[in-house]
């Protein structure tokens, strides 16, 4: 199971010292995507789904190009983690539980499970190797365009 960033109240509850507020880097998803992806891959039978596109490109490059992604990610991983603003000192969950009720939702924004009829991306086994034979179909085929106009 690859999961992007999910929206829960995980960053409230953690330790910060950092200096600065804490954020999920990259886009967000509410928790109802993770769990839906969950169950597609227990009851479908799929041995690795992908969610969203924000944790499809990273594996892509990585296979592909490993350096470039650890570049990446040493420019901007640390501070794409890092929202606007001051830290509060506030309590967190690390010697003893918080007070209060928690559900599964923290204070982001994410992308429902269906946000105006869209479902988002998960990409299965199958899904993947369609995916993949669509883009070597069509780089071939522009590779047979581009030397037919050379020869001409």
Known sequence: ???PSINTPRLGWSRNRSGHVLKPSG???????????????????????????SSILPSLISGLAP???????????LSGQ?????????????????PGAYAAHGPYEGIPL?????KPLLLTIPRRIGLGATLLLLGGALFALASARRKS
């Open 1 to 3: 199971m690859h999961l």
């Open 27 to 53: 886009r967000i998803y509410e928790p109802e995507v993770a769990a839906h992806a969950i169950c597609q891959a227990v009851l479908g039978h799929h041995r690795d789904i992908w969610v969203g596109a």
């Open 67 to 77: 350096s470039l992604r650890d570049r990446f990610l040493a420019k901007k991983g």
């Open 82 to 98: 890092f929202a606007s603003g001051q830290v509060d000192n506030e309590p967190d969950g690390l010697h003893e539980t918080l």
């Open 114 to 118: 269906r946000d105006q009829g869209r």
